[in-house]
């Protein structure tokens, strides 16, 4: 069994600040790879940022500038600061992971229940 558990959304006013929090546990061999998807109203869920277990790291166009991820490989942990809100970034916020379980040999994609972040004056 594999879990990942999101923390840190909420409401914040344009041009402020939110910090997200992800931490994946259970069975895990290996993780390849973490990031963060968010899906607003009437929306396709779209990717925000992704980060491999390198480092290497991958944002959309929208938060380019505005928004940092970062992991801690030892605590199986990623994070998205999200500087300069927009109203267009108001969506649910999902993480996901690219992890090996202990029990197969196949990398299998694990997504997390979502966090509201809601960006209004």
């Known amino acids: 069994q594999v879990q990942l558990v999101e923390s840190g959304g909420g409401l914040v006013q344009p041009e402020g600040s939110l910090r997200l929090s992800c931490a994946a546990s259970g069975s895990i061999r290996s993780i390849n790879a973490m990031g963060w998807y968010r899906q607003a109203p009437g929306k396709q869920r779209e990717l925000v940022a992704t980060i491999n277990s390198g480092g290497t790291t991958n944002y959309a166009a929208s938060v380019k500038g505005r928004f940092t991820i970062s992991n801690d490989n030892a605590k199986n942990t990623v994070y998205l600061q999200m500087n300069s809100l927009k109203p267009e970034d108001t969506a649910v916020y999902y993480c996901?992971?690219?992890?090996?379980?202990?029990?197969?040999?196949?990398?299998?994609?694990?997504w997390g229940q979502g966090t509201q972040v809601t960006v209004s004056s």
């Open positions: 996901s992971a690219d992890i090996l379980p202990v029990a197969t040999i196949r990398l299998m994609r694990y």
